[in-house]
């Protein structure tokens, strides 16, 4: 069965540096999302991505965050000048178009600890 | 404000049994609800999704109903086994920004023996 794949599993990183966590969705898909979940709370919404833009995004979501899809299989989300409260785990979904778009799979998330 | 709650936090319940996970939201406008499933450090799996019109929906041991009126949806898991032990997640759309997805806190259930 296609799922998504994220990479790495865990990222440990300095506090200040830039991270990038990488994502392969599933290959005819068509939508892309970042979501975040700090330990011990529930996951939230980060951004979806949709023809090669944001097509929306959530407060969390700022200047620190970017998306990109460069080529035609990664989905990355970049973190720069990475905080503590940054730790958590990131997960990347995709959905296919259509009614199928309401569906959202998952990755098994990256563990990004921020030191 | 948009917002997802769920009851019970957390629940013990032993292998066999049956039980109910609440889920209740003032998401407006309403666009569609789904339930989740997620083990210990891994992604959401999803169970069921249903829209405005669907009351009921199955997925083997798994059914959930949805009360669009009273904005409560519900999660029946029947039989319970011991890998049911999870988190389960309810998580709303709304119309208005529909890839803004609001994500309740979880229910942790464990199957004990």
């Known amino acids: 069965e296609p799922e998504v794949t994220q990479t790495p599993s865990h990222q440990v990183t300095q506090m200040g540096q830039e991270v990038i966590l990488r994502c392969v969705p599933i290959?005819?898909?068509?939508?892309f999302y970042w979501y975040r979940q700090i330990l011990g709370q529930k996951v939230e919404f980060l951004v979806s991505f949709y023809n090669n833009e944001i097509s929306e995004k959530s407060e969390i979501f700022d200047d620190q965050f970017s998306v990109e899809r460069p080529d035609g299989s990664n989905f990355t989300l970049k973190i720069r000048s990475t905080k503590l409260e940054d730790s958590a785990m990131y997960f990347c979904?995709?959905?296919?178009?259509?009614?199928?778009?309401?569906?959202?799979?998952f990755g098994a998330g990256t563990r990004l600890s921020v030191l | 404000k948009n917002q997802v709650e769920q009851s019970p936090q957390s629940l013990i319940i032993l292998e066999g049994k049956n039980c109910t996970l609440q889920?209740?939201?003032?998401?407006?406008?309403?666009?569609?609800l789904r339930w989740y499933k997620q083990d210990t450090g891994r992604g959401p799996v999803s169970l069921t999704i249903m829209t405005f019109s669907e009351n009921t929906k199955s997925n083997g041991r798994y059914t959930a109903t949805l009360d669009a009126d009273t904005k409560q949806s519900s999660l029946h898991i029947t039989a319970s086994q011991l890998s049911d032990s999870a988190s389960y997640i309810c998580?709303?759309?709304?119309?208005?920004?529909?890839?803004?997805?609001?994500f309740g806190p979880g229910t942790s259930l464990s199957v004990i023996p």
């Open positions: 979904a995709s959905s296919d178009r259509g009614l199928a778009k309401n569906i959202q799979y």
């Open positions: 889920c209740n939201y003032t998401v407006s406008p309403f666009s569609n």
């Open positions: 998580v709303v759309n709304s119309k208005t920004s529909y890839d803004k997805v609001i």
């Open positions: 290959s005819n898909h068509l939508y």
